[in-house]
């Protein structure tokens, strides 16, 4: 996966401002480009350090808006608090976008993150090199 680094930025940023609690969001792209973009940090719904979930409502408005901006999630990300940057069954069990890339954003050292991008494709996880870039 290629990503900008202010992208990056913004995960590990949103990571750790909702710490301890998990952070979750997306990046959409354009449609048929793999190239994420647009970075949408979401609300976590359960407030939890060790499980996430979008809101809903949130999540239905955020789908619509993509849609008619003929825009596709990327990225979808999250945080572990606790934990390396490795989905867990949970995580596996509800990935649903076979397209995407699932990152991972480890804060359980406050000094330094762990960051690492996943597929997730019926249930197996492969993954996959990042390479941050300063502009596409």
Not at 69 to 90: F, K, W
């Amino acid at each position: 996966m290629v990503i900008r680094s202010d992208l990056v930025a913004a995960m590990v940023k949103h990571a750790r401002a909702d710490h301890p609690d998990e952070a979750c969001g997306l990046i959409a792209g354009p449609a048929g480009s793999d190239r994420p973009e647009r970075f949408v940090a979401m609300t976590n719904a359960e407030r939890s350090p060790t499980f996430y979930r979008f809101d809903s409502g949130e999540q239905l408005r955020l789908w619509r808006e993509m849609d008619a901006a003929d825009e596709v999630p990327v990225v979808l990300y999250h945080s572990h608090t606790a934990t390396a940057a490795y989905p867990s069954r949970t995580d596996i069990s509800y990935a649903a976008e076979p397209d995407a890339h699932y990152v991972v954003v480890s804060t359980r050292d406050p000094d330094r993150h762990e960051l690492r991008s996943y597929r997730i494709v019926d249930g197996v996880v492969t993954e996959e090199d990042v390479q941050i870039v300063g502009a596409y």
